[in-house]
Structures are given as C-alpha cells and as structure tokens.
T-cell receptor, first 112, second 114 residues
Framework: QQQVKQSPQSLIVQKGGISIINCAYENTAFDYFPWYQQFPGKGPALLIAIRPDVSEKKEGRFTISFNKSAKQFSLHIMDSQPGDSATYFCAARGGGGNKLTFGTGTQLKVEL | DSGVTQTPKHLITATGQRVTLRCSPRSGDLSVYWYQQSLDQGLQFLIQYYNGEERAKGNILERFSAQQFPDLHSELNLSSLELGDSALYFC?????????????FGPGTRLTVL
C-alpha cells in the first residue's frame, strides 16, 4: 500500500532528447508527488512537484504528467542536457505525518 | 545549498558501537525528518519531529532513536551498530506540516560500520 514503483532503473538519452521516467502508486491517501534530483555525494534536491488535482505541471524543461485514475505519474525532461545526468526519485507524501515514500530511483545519463 | 546542515560528513565505526548524527534545519523550519539511503533499501523514511514532538515514525529500528531540541536541531542516535547499518543518513526540514510542504535535504552523513 505504501510502495511507489519507479521505472526504468537506468536510462541513456542523447543530448537534446526527451527523458521519461514513470512512477506508479497504490495508496490513494497520497496527496503530494514531488520529484527529486540527486547528484553523487549530494542530498536529494526538489525538482518539481504536483498535487493530484492537477494533470500536468511544467517548469522550464521539466514536466510532470499525472493520471489520478491510473495512479501513475511521470517526469519528462525536454531537451535533455549532460548536466541533467543524475539519479531521479519520484516520491509520494502521505500515510502519517508528512513522510515521503520514495521510488527506487532512475539513473539518467545524457550523452553528447 | 539547501540550508540544512549535517555533521559529521563521514563516520567510520565498528560493530556494536554507538554514534550520534546531528542535523540543523533551515532557519525557520519546524519539521525535521530523517531518512536512510542504502543500495538495497533505497531512500527510507525513519522518523519525523515537529517543534520538538515526534510526529511520525517509519521503518526505524529499536536500536535507533532521535530527538529534536528546543533550538530545533535534531540528533539521530544509532546504537549496537551492525554491518547492515552502513548507509547514507539524510536529514530534511520543512516549514510545517502543511499541504504544499517542501522537504529540503541536507548533504547527508555517510556511516560505515566495519
């Protein structure tokens, strides 16, 4: 019930391409869905977040698409750049307090 | 820089020992969260404090305990350490337990148990 499933585990994209990472959840009590970006040796940093009453949110090259009925959400990175190479985590908030349940992470590599 | 500070950055200790990890939240943030990141378990929520009170508990072992002090800094105590406790421990903070409440993560403490 608390799990958030994330795919793919790793992704290689050419510079300028679109990176797509998908997540699915079961718990309908989740009320907030952030994406975090993590570089090696650093803590996760918030990239973009969405609430379940919105189907899409865009910030610069980053877009979250949210499908409430399917309980799925995805991150699209347009015009992917080598500097985007990092590990991306989806997360969902709920289930007591303000805790985040994280997906297993996607290691993105953007090649020149 | 998120504004959340954690010390120490690295910690190497032996099995059976006890360690204390420290976290200072962003200025004005009342909530502090502890997460463990390991290769096999991913990022797992351990515990949350809000203004000195425990607010939520996750998969935190009985050997682990935490507290938040009046100045809002927090400490995570890990005792009777085992090899499997080796991981990155992150602290995060947020302003309050609200609807659009962003958690800001610190740089982490890397714990190695030998």
């Amino acid at each position: 019930q608390q799990q958030v499933k994330q795919s793919p585990q790793s992704l290689i994209v050419q510079k300028g391409g679109i990176s797509i990472i998908n997540c699915a959840y079961e718990n309908t009590a989740f009320d907030y869905f952030p994406w975090y970006q993590q570089f090696p040796g650093k803590g996760p940093a918030l990239l973009i977040a969405i609430r379940p009453d919105v189907s899409e949110k865009k910030e610069g090259r980053f877009t979250i698409s949210f499908n409430k009925s399917a309980k799925q959400f995805s991150l699209h990175i347009m015009d992917s750049q080598p500097g985007d190479s990092a590990t991306y985590f989806c997360a969902a908030r709920g289930g007591g307090g303000n805790k985040l349940t994280f997906g297993t992470g996607t290691q993105l590599k953007v090649e020149l | 820089d998120s504004g959340v500070t954690q010390t120490p950055k690295h910690l190497i200790t032996a099995t059976g020992q006890r360690v204390t990890l420290r976290c200072s939240p962003r200025s004005g943030d009342l909530s502090v969260y502890w997460y463990q990141q390991s290769l096999d378990q991913g990022l797992q929520f351990l515990i949350q404090y809000y203004n000195g009170e425990e607010r939520a508990k996750g998969n935190i072992l009985e050997r682990f305990s935490a507290q938040q002090f009046p100045d809002l800094h927090s400490e995570l105590n890990l005792s009777s350490l085992e090899l499997g406790d080796s991981a990155l421990y992150f602290c995060a903070s947020s302003p309050l337990t609200g609807l659009a409440d962003t958690q800001y993560f610190g740089p982490g403490t890397r714990l190695t148990v030998l």
